[in-house]
């Protein structure tokens, strides 16, 4: 792959290490900056509005998810977030012990755990989402409005390519 112009100093640095070994070089610029990118944003936002409501960005995703579909199971929202029902378990119980949300048995199945927002988890979200995505603006509008629609197109379909069928999920 040739150097572009339009390298960043990390990526030149990171091409400097890597050169010579038998790698898909456009494959790593392409991951590498997905990586940082998202490790900006959620860096940023929690900085510039979830600090000053003591939420961490996994404890904003979380109270989203619970608001987007009512009550969830709990392993519905460690499949939504990519991580494990522990995670999960772990930042339900402090959003708990804030009063954002409260957890109760299945009534089909008393071994599921479904969490909902309570009234002022309600309340906390459709405050702060707002303020989330003015800052999801800011960012994307560092990019032309046919940029953020083609971003948003190739994401997408990242995202759909990467997902594991729901047949692996249940036999793995």
């Given amino acids: 792959m040739p150097i572009q112009e339009d390298f960043s ?5 990171i ?4 050169s010579g070994l038998p790698i898909d070089e456009l494959a790593l610029a392409v991951a590498s900056n997905l990586w940082r990118a998202s490790q ?5 936002l929690e900085r510039d509005v979830l600090r000053e409501h003591n939420l961490s960005f996994s404890s904003f995703s979380t109270l989203f998810i ?9 392993r519905e929202i460690a499949k939504s977030q ?16 804030h009063g954002l ?11 599921l755990v479904l969490a909902e927002l309570t009234s002022a988890g ?8 707002p303020k989330f995505n003015q800052g999801e603006a800011d960012m ?29 999920e249940v036999n793995a």
Wanted: avoid cysteine.
């Fill in 40 to 44: 900006l944003f959620k860096q940023k």
């Fill in 82 to 97: 990519a991580v494990s029902k522990a995670t999960v378990t772990s930042l339900l119980i402090t959003l708990e012990k």
């Fill in 140 to 168: 994307a509008g560092i990019l032309s409005e046919a940029e953020q629609l083609e971003l948003a197109r190739l994401l997408r379909k990242v995202v759909t390519g990467l997902q594991i069928p729901l047949e692996d």
């Fill in 15 to 18: 091409m400097r290490r890597v």
């Fill in 101 to 111: 949300v409260k957890r109760k048995s299945s009534k089909t199945d008393k071994r």
């Fill in 122 to 129: 309600k309340t906390m979200i459709e405050w702060v989402f």
């Fill in 9 to 13: 100093r990390t990526e030149l640095e």
């Fill in 66 to 74: 619970i608001w987007i579909w009512g009550p969830i199971e709990t």
